[in-house]
């Protein structure tokens, strides 16, 4: 498989919601493969397929310490979501150079079509859930830094554009 180029923060796809998954097939495991070898390569703990380009309601997670515990998931949606929030530096390839601290619920319950295509319902907690919420934002045409305040947001948009233009 291979790695594949982000689309940059000002393109429209990233602001839109991504469609949903009819069926597992062959055509999307080979593209959450693809999406495997690109978190790896940023590295990250998450990806989102609009990230890349794909308006599919597909994501990856990895958050685990030794890796290659990769959890393939279609058409995510949140069930549950504790009261009890956790704070993380969030970033994202789509917006390099710069993050932000964002707080979101600490577990959560999130039913989806796994690799077999069959609905799971599962728990994550820590990084891991902080991962999967990141991962449904993208979904749902949204990024970390929609979370702040419309002024920090402005000033990370315009530091990640200058940095990318020394390149």
């Not at 609009?50 to 279609?74: K, N, Y």
């Not at 619920?105 to 077999?116: G, H, S």
Request: charged letters at 25%.
């Amino acid at each position: 498989m291979t790695a594949r180029p982000f689309l940059p923060y000002a393109d429209r796809r990233l602001h839109i919601s991504a469609d949903p998954v009819e069926a597992v097939t062959e055509t999307v495991r080979m593209i959450w493969d693809d999406m495997i070898d690109t978190m790896e390569a940023m590295p990250g703990v998450g990806l989102a397929a609009p990230q890349i380009g794909i308006m599919l309601r597909l994501a990856v997670v990895d958050a685990s310490e030794a890796r290659g515990q990769v959890v393939r998931m279609a058409n995510p949606e949140l069930l549950h979501a504790s009261v009890k929030m956790r704070s993380h530096e969030e970033a994202s390839p789509n917006l390099p150079g710069v993050s932000a601290r964002i707080e979101r619920p600490r577990a959560v319950t999130v039913r989806f079509l796994n690799m077999d295509g069959e609905i799971e319902d599962r728990d994550f907690v820590g990084l891991w859930a902080t991962s999967v919420q990141h991962q449904i934002d993208h979904l749902d045409g949204r990024i970390y830094v929609d979370r702040l305040s419309p002024l920090r947001r402005k000033m990370l948009v315009q530091k990640s554009a200058k940095l990318a233009r020394r390149g």
